[in-house]
Nanobody
Framework: QVQLVESGGGSVQAGGSLRLSCAASGYTRRRFCVGWFRQAPGKEREGVAQVLIGGGGSTYYADSVKGRFTISQDSAAHTVYLQMNSLKLEDTAMYYC??????????????????WGQGTQVTVSS
């Protein structure tokens, strides 16, 4: 059974940084996708960034976070990170880690991800 556990959320002032972690366990396949999604109150869940593990490490970023967020992986630790810099008020949301191993490629959309973590809150204040 695949399990994802997020950590690293918290409160930060605008312009600050946070690093989220997603620890994955239970995977048997070598090639799978890990994505970060977020959902602000009253808004739909949106894809933020994703990485293809075991497939060259290709990444994707939403336009709203390009140049500010970086997704990376530590294969030995089975952990994916989301480094968030230059945080803005509009980055405030619950952030979710998700994973899927049903394809050989990643899709930055909610329905394409089978496994989800419990979420970690990120709050950016002025």
């Amino acid at each position: 059974q695949v399990q994802l556990v997020e950590s690293g959320g918290g409160s930060v002032q605008a312009g600050g940084s946070l690093r989220l972690s997603c620890a994955a366990s239970g995977y048997t396949r070598r090639r799978f996708c890990v994505g970060w999604f977020r959902q602000a109150p009253g808004k739909e869940r949106e894809g933020v960034a994703q990485v293809l593990i075991g497939g060259g490490g290709s990444t994707y970023y939403a336009d709203s976070v390009k140049g500010r967020f970086t997704i990376s992986q530590d294969s030995a630790a089975h952990t994916v990170y989301l480094q968030m810099n230059s945080l803005k008020l509009e980055d405030t949301a619950m952030y979710y880690c998700a994973a899927d191993d049903s394809r050989g490629y990643c899709l930055m959309t909610e329905w394409a991800y089978k496994y989800w973590g419990q979420g970690t809150q990120v709050t950016v204040s002025s």
